[in-house]
C-alpha cells in the first residue's frame, strides 16, 4: 500500500506533477489557454469603451469566437477522454508523457495566434495566424489518433459514446483545418463557417454525449430511486439537434440563411428540442439534485442548453415573421456558449479534479460561489445582447461587466485547481 505522502512533499508544487496523469497535464494547459484568452478579451472590451485603438488582421468578434471554440476546450477534452476513456473502453492507462508533444504544439499555436491577430502587417498577420492554427491542429490531430486507436483496440460491447466521442474530435479537427485554411487565405466566411461547425459539431457532440452518459449516472448515484437509463434513441435525438444546428449556423455563415420557409423550419425544430430538453433536464433529477452543488451545476448547465435552442426557435420565428434576421441579436449563442458549454465545462472539470486528485467530489462555498458568478456573468452577456439595439452605452457596460466577471472566474478556479495539479495526491495514490 503507498503511504501517503508527508505534509512537505503533498504542500511542494512541482511542474514535473503535471506528468504524473492525463488529466493534470492537459487540464492545466486548458485553464492556461482559458486564462490568457479571457484577460485578452476583457482588455479589449475595456480598451474599446475607453476609444483606445488597438491593431487588428482579425475581426474582434471573430478573433475572439476562434479563441473561444477552439482554444481550451479541446485541451480540457482530452484531459477528460484519456482519464475515463481507457476505463471506457478497457484499455491500458495513457501516460501524460503520451500527450506532452501534442499539448506543447497547441500551447505554442495560441500563443502565434495571438501575435498574429494584433500585427500591423495583413500578409505577415495571416501567415503567422496560419501557422499558429496548423500547430493547434497538428497537436489536436495527434490527440484524435490516440483515442480512435484505444477505440479500435478495444473489443467492449458498449462502444456508442466513446464512438460518437470519436467521431466529434474528428469533425473538430477537420474544422480547425478549415480555420487553418480561412487564416491563411485571409477568407472571414470560411474561417466563420469552421467556428460555427466547432461549437456544434465538435463542441455540442461531444458534450452532448458526455452528458447522456454521465448525468444519469450521477444521479442514479447519489440518487438510488432515480434511474440511470439512456435510451439510444435519445442519444440519436440530441446529436441529430447538434447536427442540425451546424448546418444552419453553416448556412447563415455564408449568407444563405434568410428564406422565410428556412427560419420557419428552425424555429419549428429548436422550440421543441429546446422543450424537450429542459423536460430532460427534469427527468434527469434537477429539482430531486439542486441540494447537491454539484450535480445542481450540471443539471442547470444542461438546462442552458434548452434555454439556448428555444431562444434561437423564439429568433428564427421572428425573423420569419418579418422582425429581422436578427432578433434577438448574439443572446441565443451566448446562452449557448457561455451558459451550456461554459457551465458544463466548469462542472465537469471541477468534478474530474477533485476525485481524481484525492479530494472530495464536492463544490465548496469557493466553487459553489464561483459557479453563482459565472451564471451572472452569461445573463449579463444576454442582456447586452438584448439591450443592444436600444442603448449602446448600456450595452457595452454590460458586455464590459460580463467579461470581466468571466474573467475573474476562471482566473480565481484556475489558480484553486491549479493548485493540486502540481503538487502530490494527500491520500498517496498515484494519478
Given amino acids: 500500500m503507498n503511504a501517503a505522502p508527508s505534509a512537505q512533499q503533498a504542500s511542494r508544487w512541482t511542474f514535473g506533477r503535471l506528468l504524473d496523469a492525463p488529466h493534470r497535464l492537459a487540464f492545466s494547459a486548458a485553464a492556461l489557454v482559458l486564462v490568457l484568452s479571457s484577460v485578452w478579451w476583457a482588455s479589449v472590451n475595456v480598451a474599446f469603451s475607453d476609444g483606445i485603438a488597438l491593431p487588428w488582421r482579425l475581426a474582434p468578434a471573430l478573433a475572439h469566437s476562434v479563441l473561444m471554440s477552439f482554444g481550451f476546450m479541446p485541451l480540457f477534452f482530452a484531459g477528460f477522454l484519456f482519464t475515463a476513456g481507457p476505463k471506457w473502453l478497457r484499455q491500458p492507462a495513457v501516460t501524460a508523457r503520451e500527450m506532452l508533444g501534442a499539448v506543447l504544439f497547441q500551447l505554442a499555436g ?9 500585427g500591423r502587417d495583413p500578409a505577415f498577420g495571416r501567415m503567422l495566424g496560419g501557422i499558429g492554427l496548423a500547430a493547434v491542429a497538428i497537436g489536436w490531430s495527434q490527440m484524435t489518433l490516440r483515442f480512435w486507436r484505444l477505440l479500435r483496440s478495444s473489443a467492449v460491447d458498449d462502444r456508442v459514446h466513446a464512438k460518437l466521442v470519436a467521431v466529434g474530435c474528428m469533425l473538430g479537427l477537420l474544422a480547425l483545418m478549415a480555420a487553418t485554411a480561412g487564416m491563411a487565405l485571409g477568407s472571414p466566411p470560411l474561417l466563420r463557417a469552421a467556428v460555427h461547425a466547432g461549437l456544434w459539431a465538435f463542441n455540442g457532440v461531444v458534450f452532448a454525449t458526455v452528458a447522456h452518459r454521465m448525468i444519469p449516472f450521477f444521479s442514479a448515484a447519489a440518487f438510488p430511486a432515480l434511474d440511470a437509463s439512456r435510451p439510444l434513441w435519445l442519444l440519436c435525438s440530441l446529436v441529430a439537434v ?12 455564408v449568407g444563405a440563411g434568410a428564406a422565410p420557409a428556412w427560419n420557419v423550419l428552425r424555429a419549428c425544430i429548436e422550440l421543441p428540442a429546446g422543450l424537450g430538453v429542459l423536460a430532460l433536464a427534469v427527468r434527469w433529477g434537477l429539482v430531486q439534485n439542486l441540494r447537491l452543488r454539484l450535480l445542481a451545476m450540471l443539471h442547470l448547465g444542461f438546462s442552458w442548453l434548452g434555454i439556448s435552442l428555444l431562444m434561437f426557435g423564439l429568433s428564427h420565428a421572428a425573423a420569419a415573421a418579418g422582425a429581422g434576421s436578427s432578433a434577438l441579436g448574439l443572446a441565443p449563442i451566448h446562452a449557448y456558449t457561455m451558459g451550456y458549454l461554459g457551465t458544463t465545462m466548469f462542472t ?3 468534478r474530474v479534479s477533485g476525485g481524481h486528485g484525492g479530494r472530495a467530489q464536492v463544490a465548496d462555498d469557493f466553487v459553489w460561489r464561483l459557479f453563482w458568478v459565472l451564471q451572472l456573468a452569461t445573463l449579463a452577456r444576454i442582456a447586452a445582447a438584448l439591450v443592444s439595439r436600444v442603448s449602446f ?10 467579461a470581466l466577471a468571466w474573467t475573474g472566474v476562471f482566473v480565481a478556479w484556475a489558480l484553486r485547481n491549479g493548485h493540486g495539479y502540481g503538487r502530490a495526491r494527500p491520500d498517496g495514490r498515484p494519478g
Avoid: P
Avoid at 447538434?242 to 455563415?253: G, K
Avoid at 452605452?393 to 460580463?402: D, F, G, N, P
Fill in 348 to 350: 465537469m472539470v471541477s
Fill in 242 to 253: 447538434f447536427a442540425f444546428e451546424a448546418v444552419s449556423q453553416l448556412v447563415d455563415a
Fill in 393 to 402: 452605452a448600456c450595452s457595452m457596460a454590460l458586455v464590459v461587466a460580463a
Fill in 110 to 118: 495560441w500563443l502565434v495566434f495571438l501575435l498574429a491577430i494584433h
